[in-house]
């Protein structure tokens, strides 16, 4: 048998919460990528607009997913590097949020142009390594050792 | 403007650590040559919001040695505007701010928490109210309300028999002679005015040329910096002249922020403003300012302050109109948020004061250290400022900067005493020169 799984402690009908959250920063952090650069291109202050809000909005998911998601990670079963990993590089993604958010509270061109936008992209390059790893963590440790240990088969 | 901007993360670190913040006292940011420092950004921008707390009774405002202070009227609602007519009747325009302008950011959400607190919890009036001293004691012993369920009312002038009334978004016309204590009719319109549904900078400052031919109204911004999209900012930042029989409007000057306190200096028969300037580029940026307003004279706003300093969040640039931009004639500080003006005409106040302007500044609340809060002195000669400003009426803080009051509207009546419209006091002040005082204020009729 493989190493033990990270059984996830906060479920709703048996799917880890954490894993329902994820997706709503992965998006936004993105979308307000997409929004920054439309608005650095255009100046049209609609997308700027779009931008605060996705970065508000991911931030808020985001931060309930990071504590289910280190419920799930501390307080039972192994700590994989991963693991270790995937937790800190998301928690450096809502500190870079933070102050994202601050960034874009500003008015105007400088909202964006230019610490927005960069720490935008930055945010969006840490998030494919972090939801990588994410989902390795999902798969290897919970998923599929999951389902072996239960017995229902492949 | 379409480069791509993106910057490596230590340049991102170098920008964020350039946040912070510079001393917070003004630092000779006032007068004809006000020092300007740099512009910078903040991540939290300073922020110190007042807390009403209103005067208790009996307590007044300071003014100078050789000057009294006393309440013409209070227990009035919210009033920012004081208009003096010949027979020593005062008319009180009391205003609440228009309904809360649409959220379109986070932002939006949290500044509007944060200002709302510092307004008086007593429900503005929004109408005009004619104080009337009968007995000459100098303070106002009838108090009738004269036009009712106005629009966020702020400009008033009376122009032979008619009374004009500046709402947030109209200008309207009543037959009114001195002396009468009320108005039959609904008032008829002069002309539409900018308004909502954002109507930021919602005070409609109004006068009329000396000769009456002509209304002059000034027209706020509706946005601190253009972002709520420059559409909005149609026929907004600037002083409208307007034709008060048939309701014809032209831009008479443009690039004004939020232009309020109109009136015509009266040696050199020019139209002046206090105007509010741009917040969140520094505790010290932008000075507020007075300045003589040119026919088709363009100011700057949004493209750039005190003449050619570009604001680097307006985008498009547009270095034609920065060319244009006019510098204003006298800085006032720093987010002191004048909003009344009053040109002492009389010889009442003695030689020192004669001929000078007298600006209410409300005071501020984007900068850590207060400013404003006071009714300020500059002195003129010859059409100009001509010294150093000074405070003049004080006192409106508590010694915790809670606020017992916030002079907005002021104006000299006919025996030369100062009336300040309180709209935290609740009240209407009148300074008088302490020798006078028994003598200052004639009955009416």
């Known amino acids: ?33 997409i929004t920054d650069v439309v608005y650095s291109r255009t100046a049209e202050i609609q997308w700027a607009n779009f931008s605060a809000w996705l970065l508000a909005f991911g931030m808020l998911m985001g931060s309930l997913a990071a504590l289910l998601g280190m419920i799930d990670f501390f307080r039972r079963g192994p700590k994989p590097t991963i693991g270790w990993v995937h937790m800190i590089g998301n928690l450096a993604i809502l500190a870079i949020a933070l102050v994202n958010n601050l960034v874009h509270a500003r008015d105007g061109w400088t909202s964006v142009v230019p610490i927005g936008l960069t720490l935008s992209v930055i945010t969006v390059l840490i998030m494919v390594v972090t939801g990588f790893l994410g989902h390795r963590l999902a798969y290897r440790h919970v998923s599929r050792d999951d389902i072996v240990r239960h017995g229902d088969g492949l | 403007m379409k480069r791509a901007a993106i910057v490596p993360p230590t340049l991102v670190f170098l920008g964020l650590v350039a946040c912070s913040s510079s001393p917070p006292s003004p630092q000779g940011q006032e007068g004809a040559n006000p020092n300007l420092p740099a512009a910078q950004q903040y991540l939290v921008p300073p922020m110190k919001v007042t807390t009403p707390v209103g005067f208790a009774d009996g307590q007044t405002p300071t003014v100078p040695a050789g000057f009294t202070i006393a309440a013409f009227a209070d227990h009035l609602r919210g009033p920012r505007n004081v208009y003096p007519l010949t027979n020593g009747d005062v008319l009180a325009v009391e205003a609440g701010g228009p309904p809360p302008e649409p959220m379109t950011r986070p932002k939006d959400v949290l500044f509007a928490l944060a200002k709302g607190q510092a307004h008086s919890p007593v429900k503005a009036g929004n109408r ?45 016309r009543y037959p009114f002679t001195v002396g009468q204590t009320s ?213 409106f803080l508590d010694a915790h900067d809670n606020t017992m009051g916030r002079p907005v509207g002021v104006a000299f009546d006919r025996t030369g005493a100062l009336l300040i419209a309180d709209d935290v006091g609740n009240a209407v002040w009148r300074v008088t020169p302490a020798v006078a005082r028994a003598s200052a204020s004639p009955a009416v009729r």
């Open chain 2, 183 to 395: 108005i039959a009719g609904p008032g008829v319109l002069v002309t539409l005015l900018p308004g909502g549904p954002i109507d930021h900078h919602w005070t409609k400052s109004l006068t009329a040329s000396p000769d009456g031919s002509k209304l002059y109204v000034g027209i706020g911004s509706n946005s601190n910096i253009v972002e709520r999209g420059i559409v909005a900012e149609q026929d907004r930042a600037r002083i409208w002249e307007v034709d008060p029989m048939t309701g014809a409007t032209r831009p008479y000057a443009t690039g004004l922020r939020n232009p309020n306190g109109l009136t015509f200096e009266p040696t050199s028969g020019k139209l002046w403003a206090v105007i509010n300037e741009r917040d969140e580029i520094g505790q010290n940026l932008v000075p507020d300012y007075m300045t003589s307003v040119k026919d088709g004279g363009f100011y700057g706003w949004p493209w750039s302050w005190y003449g050619d300093h570009v604001d680097v969040r307006v985008k498009p640039e547009r270095p034609d109109m920065v060319a244009k931009a006019i510098a204003p004639d006298f800085a006032l500080g720093p987010h002191v948020a004048a909003l009344g003006l009053a040109f002492n005409t009389s010889a009442t106040f003695g030689p020192r004061y004669a001929g000078g302007a007298f600006v209410g500044e409300h005071g501020s609340w984007n900068r850590t250290v207060l400013t404003g809060y006071q009714v300020v002195f500059v002195p003129f000669s010859g059409g100009k400022p001509s010294g150093r400003i000074e405070p003049f009426v004080t006192g």
């Open chain 1, 1 to 33: 048998m493989p190493s033990e799984p990270i059984t996830p402690r906060v479920t709703i009908a048996g799917i880890p919460v954490h894993a329902m959250l994820v997706p709503f920063p992965i998006a936004c952090f993105t979308g307000a990528m």
């Open chain 2, 128 to 172: 005009v109210v004619l104080l009337r001293d009968t007995n000459g004691d100098g303070k106002a012993d009838v108090q009738v309300v004269l036009i009712d369920k106005l629009h966020s009312p702020f400009g008033i002038v009376l122009v032979g028999d008619n009374l004009y009334v500046a709402e947030t978004d109209r200008i309207m």
